[in-house]
C-alpha cells in the first residue's frame, strides 16, 4: 500500500501555519514575562500549552511531506 503524502499546496499551508503558531507561541511567552495581571498570565499560559501542542501535532503532519522525504 502507498504511503499517504501532503500535496505541494498542503505542506506549503501547514508550513505556513506552523510558522504563524510559532510566532504565536513565542509572543505570548514574552508578554508573560511584562504582565502583572494574574487572570492574564494565567490566560497567556493556557495559550502557550495549546499551542506547544499544536506545533507538535502540525510538525507530525509536516513530516507526511514528499518533500522531507
Known amino acids: ?3 499517504e503524502y501532503l500535496a505541494l499546496h498542503e505542506t506549503m499551508e501547514t508550513h505556513e501555519i506552523l510558522n504563524f503558531k510559532t510566532i504565536c507561541l513565542l509572543r ?3 508578554m508573560q514575562g ?3 495581571d ?3 498570565k494565567a490566560l497567556m499560559e493556557k495559550d502557550v ?3 506547544i501542542m499544536d ?5 507530525d ?3 507526511k511531506s514528499k518533500l522531507l522525504q
Open 1 to 3: 500500500m502507498d504511503k
Open 28 to 30: 505570548s511567552k514574552l
Open 34 to 36: 511584562i504582565c502583572f
Open 38 to 40: 494574574n487572570e492574564l
Open 49 to 51: 500549552q495549546q499551542s
Open 55 to 59: 506545533i507538535n501535532e502540525l510538525v
Open 61 to 63: 503532519l509536516y513530516k
